[in-house]
């Protein structure tokens, strides 16, 4: 039989320990810039569309544009504070 305190191979100090170095880790902040900027493109692409589909506004480079930086400047400024 396993140790009750075991699940997986895993004991509660390890769960601890990785639940302590997730907490206390930043992480490279390229990869959030790189993650922030591909997904702002996709979802403002996907509302631009969403738009234009409704008869609101215009699907253009310049809409898209606007909306990529506008929502890259709104979640750069909640992750980064």
């Given at each position: 039989?396993?140790?009750p305190?075991?699940?997986?191979?895993?004991?509660?100090?390890?769960a601890d320990g990785f639940d302590?170095?997730?907490s206390s880790s930043?992480?490279?902040p390229r990869?959030?810039?790189a993650m922030n900027a591909v997904l702002s493109?996709?979802?403002a692409m996907t509302v631009v569309w969403g738009?234009?589909?409704?008869?609101?506004?215009e699907f253009t480079l310049v809409n898209v544009a606007t909306a990529i930086i506008l929502l890259f400047t709104v979640t750069y400024a909640v992750t980064m504070t």
């Open positions: 039989m396993t140790d305190e075991e699940v997986e191979g895993r004991t509660d100090s390890d302590e170095a997730a930043r992480g490279d990869v959030l810039l493109t996709l979802f738009l234009a589909f409704a008869g609101i506004l």
